[in-house]
């Protein structure tokens, strides 16, 4: 099992920066692949990114490639989000997931574990 706490949400102005973190707890965590979602107000929760379970592979959405960067500190159990030029699309709630390690990191909603979510909210 792999617990997820995000944190680091909150209210920035468009082409803001914001840091969001995901801590994790379990002993298997350190071969999981991770990923981060959003879901905005009245949407379907949609991909932002991937991560391998070594870090060296990642994978973005189209709408935050350039912008948006993952990385992962397995010392720590902790994956983060690094978003730049924020957009008020971006608003949403960011959520954590993991799940054990694939050859492709996958980038649908099949993630056995998951966050509670942090908000994240970009005024124009």
């Known amino acids: 099992q792999v617990q997820l706490v995000e944190s680091g949400g909150g209210l920035v102005q468009a082409g803001g920066s914001l840091s969001v973190s995901c801590a994790a707890s379990?002993?298997?965590?350190?071969?999981?692949?991770a990923g981060w979602f959003r879901q905005a107000p009245g949407a379907e929760r949609e991909f932002v990114a991937a991560i391998s379970y070594g870090g060296r592979r990642t994978a973005y959405a189209d709408s935050v490639k350039g912008r948006f960067t993952i990385s992962r500190d397995n010392a720590k159990n902790t994956v983060y989000l690094q978003l730049n030029s924020l957009k008020p699309e971006d608003t949403a709630v960011y959520y954590c997931?993991?799940?054990?390690?694939?050859?492709?990191?996958?980038?649908?909603?099949?993630?056995?574990?998951w966050g509670q979510g942090t908000q994240v909210t970009v005024s124009s």
């Open positions: 997931a993991a799940r054990p390690t694939t050859l492709v990191l996958i980038t649908t909603s099949n993630y056995p574990y």
């Open positions: 379990g002993r298997t965590f350190t071969t999981c692949d």
